[in-house]
């Protein structure tokens, strides 16, 4: 009957499974994937928006302000132009006077394709000194 009973004994330990080793596994895993994930850089484009103020910007009579309304409409000295003519007209103000730059004006609202062909266009009229400022609604 001993034998029996001891030979019992050890069947309880054979069929026993130590978890110690899995758990190590587990814990060095979670430390691997929380040491990774703290270091993931996502990759994108930060974009700085110039902050509108209530405040219009000191606009001298040498510059030349170009204003883009959330419509799409360009105004050049309370008269609406096209963006085709905006060339022609920086052109001859420039030939007035030398030393202006260009001030665009873009509303809030304004898409970004109307005022960058408004910057190109003073460019190809040979002004390099463009600025941009935006306006509320």
Do not use: C, Y
């Not at 030979?7 to 499974?17: S, T």
């Not at 509108?52 to 040498?62: F, I, K, R, T």
């Not at 003073?122 to 509320?136: D, M, Y």
């Amino acid at each position: 009957m001993a034998k029996h009973i001891g030979r019992h004994a050890n069947d309880q330990d054979e069929g026993e499974i130590d978890l110690t080793p899995m758990l190590d596994v587990v814990f060095i895993m979670l430390i691997f994937f929380i040491v990774t994930a703290s270091f993931v850089k996502e990759v994108g484009l930060d974009v700085n928006r110039p902050e509108s103020s209530e405040a219009p910007p000191n606009l001298d009579q040498q510059n030349i302000v170009l204003k883009v309304t959330g419509g799409g409409e360009i105004w050049l000295a309370d008269r609406r132009i096209d963006v085709r003519s905006v060339r022609a007209n920086v052109e001859r103000l420039i030939a007035e006077n030398p030393k202006a730059s260009v001030i665009v004006q873009a509303n809030e609202k304004a898409q970004t394709e109307v005022f960058a062909a408004v910057i190109d266009s003073a460019r190809e009229a040979g002004v390099f000194n463009v600025s941009l400022t935006t306006t509320p609604d």
